[in-house]
């Protein structure tokens, strides 16, 4: 059968909403005047998007993007592709990427270049988490919400195998023995 995770809460969604009012206000100071085009990462950036958005009060657009990484749970390959790509036009926008997580930084890595070669007038990066224990390649996150330590994490977007992405606060798995 194998032992059952017992889950853990690392962050409270009281403790998310607290970080996501926070990133908003920053996010707010950085773009005044301006019509930011925010790129959500698909699938895990969902719900921190939602939450997101629904605190910046001023005119702003909405895409998603879905990059593979070939390899599920924590091992990667390191090669990444767009398997569903972007509609909006970037080349002159104010481009945020939105991020649940930078574990290895291998995703937001190659989001950047791709991204950086349709020429946007800026680029930066919003992640609720930054795991940087794990980190294979140097990533500088604009907006961060919380630094996490080297745990499996899930809930608020983050999956195990799919699972997870709807509970509330962030959790962290531990195997029962
Ligand atoms: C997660 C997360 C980031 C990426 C970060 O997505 O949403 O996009 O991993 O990992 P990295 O820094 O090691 O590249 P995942 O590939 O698990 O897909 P999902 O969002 O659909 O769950």
């Known amino acids: 059968m194998g032992s059952q995770p017992e889950l853990h809460i690392l962050l409270s969604h009281e403790q998310i909403e607290a970080a996501v009012k926070k990133l908003a206000a920053e996010i707010r100071q950085g773009y005044q005047g301006k019509y930011p085009l925010l790129i959500g990462v698909l699938k895990?950036?969902?719900?921190?998007?939602?939450?997101?958005?629904?605190?910046l009060d001023f005119p702003l657009e909405v895409e998603f993007i879905r990059l593979s990484s070939y390899g599920r749970g924590r091992e990667r390959s390191g090669k990444i592709k767009v398997v569903q790509g972007l509609r909006s036009k970037v080349r002159g926008r104010d481009v945020l990427i939105i991020e649940d997580?930078?574990?290895?930084?291998?995703?937001?890595?190659?989001?950047?270049?791709?991204?950086r070669q349709?020429?946007?007038?800026?680029?930066?990066?919003?992640?609720?988490?930054?795991?940087?224990s794990?980190?294979?390649?140097?990533?500088?996150?604009?907006?961060?919400?919380?630094?996490?330590?080297?745990?499996?994490?899930?809930g608020y977007g983050l999956d195990l195998d799919e699972k997870f992405r709807n509970l509330p606060d962030i959790c962290f798995l531990e195997e029962e023995s």
Do not use: E
Not at 44 to 55: K, N, P
């Open 44 to 55: 895990g950036s969902f719900v921190f998007m939602a939450d997101l958005i629904r605190h």
């Open 101 to 115: 997580i930078v574990d290895t930084g291998l995703t937001t890595g190659f989001l950047l270049d791709y991204l």
């Open 118 to 132: 349709k020429k946007p007038a800026s680029l930066r990066l919003c992640a609720l988490t930054d795991k940087p």
């Open 134 to 154: 794990r980190r294979q390649t140097a990533v500088i996150i604009d907006y961060l919400g919380f630094t996490v330590p080297d745990k499996f994490l899930v």
